[in-house]
């Protein structure tokens, strides 16, 4: 996807970037109608297997095309990218072998895996992420478009509006779950076609775009966490939030959320890089 993606950015970046929004709004519309007309979709696992796959096979071939525009010698590029993702890959593992069994299932055990899957990843990923000189040569040589297009995925956090549809997920949780995750993946696209191209104040929205993506899940994982089952419950909606808590649903808070965090810390990371470079060869 990541390589679909920079070609058909590349070859329209003259364009409107909003022209994105002609066809994706549309398609995640008809996507989240689907899934409320055919129930068992989503409970039968194969759409959140196909998207977590692609996603997966995306950030892999992505990592490292960005690896081969580096001035990094082959075993150098093979060490940097088996580091990343080798973990990235056992961490995919153990998240969903774990979902698949139900260790995430509320009142399974004392421990609040959710929360840990969240932010354990994030504790550990961001100081690695900002500080490794290795993952910077990466993202000098990767176009900023990339880790923003990357997450036109976000759209299918609509499944969380189609529960509230049909009535077994809270509005109070699933209203600003969905809408900003959806809002998020709508506005990927039209952002990394504005960085390709280069217009106006391209930087600057991708800049925001990344703070709101990253507002919206902490909007969704505080409510998500006060309405759910749990220590850290604090509101007891009419409807139980037990639902983020079930396969394969739990994929999207215990992997989703913190990947997409850490996607969200690489890109403002990249923005910054090329924001200084600029302004040193562009002195005021």
Do not use: C
């Not at 260790?103 to 895996?113: A, D, K, N, Q, Y």
């Not at 509005?171 to 280069?198: C, E, K, Q, S």
């Amino acid at each position: 996807m990541t390589v679909a993606t920079d070609v058909a950015i590349t070859a329209s970046a003259r364009g409107q970037p909003w022209r994105a929004l002609f066809w994706l709004a549309p398609l995640t519309a008809f996507w989240i109608l689907l899934n409320y007309w055919v129930p068992g979709l989503q409970a039968s696992g194969v759409p959140s297997t196909a998207t977590r796959l692609a996603i997966h096979i995306a950030i892999v071939l992505g990592l490292w095309l960005g690896l081969e525009r580096t001035e990094l010698a082959q075993r150098q590029r093979l060490a940097v990218w088996l580091a990343v993702i080798v973990p990235y890959t056992l961490w995919l593992a153990v998240i969903w072998s774990g979902a698949i069994n139900g260790v995430f299932r509320p009142g399974g055990i004392r421990l609040p895996l959710v929360p840990v899957a969240i932010f354990l990843p994030v504790i550990v990923g961001v100081p690695i992420l900002l500080r490794s000189k290795r993952i910077g040569e990466v993202l000098d040589a990767m176009p900023m478009s990339w880790l923003v297009g990357l997450q036109v995925y976000r759209v299918f956090g609509g499944i969380f509006l189609v529960g509230w549809a049909r009535g077994v997920v809270p509005g109070l949780f699933a209203l600003p779950a969905g809408i900003g995750d959806v809002t998020t993946g709508l506005l990927a696209l039209p952002v990394a076609y504005a960085l390709a191209a280069r217009n106006g104040d391209a930087m600057r929205a991708a800049v925001a775009w990344n703070i709101f993506g990253l507002v919206d899940f902490a909007v969704a994982v505080g409510v998500g966490l006060a309405t759910a089952p749990g220590p850290f419950q604090l509101i007891v909606p009419s409807i139980p939030n037990t639902g983020v808590g079930l396969y394969p649903t739990v994929l999207i808070p215990a992997f989703a959320v913190p990947s997409s965090i850490l996607l969200h810390v690489l890109s403002l990371r990249q923005l910054r890089r090329v924001a200084r470079r600029e302004r040193l060869r562009n002195p005021a």
